[in-house]
Nanobody, 111 residues
Framework: EVHLVESGGGLVQPGGSLRLSCAAS????????MSWVRQAPGKGLEWVST???????DYADSVKGRFTISRDNAKNTLDLQMNSLKPEDTAVYYC?????RGRGTQVTVSS
């Protein structure tokens, strides 16, 4: 059975950093394409970033140059390093594998 559990969210000031992690079970992240998506208050899901099975990364224009997606094969996690955070990055962040999604972790960027 597949489980995805996100962690690492919190309250941070504009310009700050957070590192999100998605612990996966039931499959091996090192062989998998996975994504991060987010949902801001009152809005729909927005794609943030994807890493494919070969390690090729892609980012939404809104986060390019600020966010970095990666896999930790030893821990079987998908990570998202978020730097230079902006208030508009405030959202619940979810990791995705196929049709599976975790419960999300809240990121709030506010002074």
């Amino acid at each position: 059975e597949v489980h995805l559990v996100e962690s690492g969210g919190g309250l941070v000031q504009p310009g700050g950093s957070l590192r999100l992690s998605c612990a996966a079970s039931g499959f091996t992240v090192s062989y998998s394409g996975m994504s991060w998506v987010r949902q801001a208050p009152g809005k729909g899901l927005e794609w943030v970033s994807t890493i494919d099975h070969s390690g090729v990364r892609d980012y939404a224009d809104s986060v390019k140059g600020r966010f970095t997606i990666s896999r930790d094969n030893a821990k079987n996690t998908l990570d998202l390093q978020m730097n230079s955070l902006k208030p508009e990055d405030t959202a619940v962040y979810y990791c995705i594998w196929g049709e599976s999604r975790g419960r999300g972790t809240q990121v709030t960027v506010s002074s």
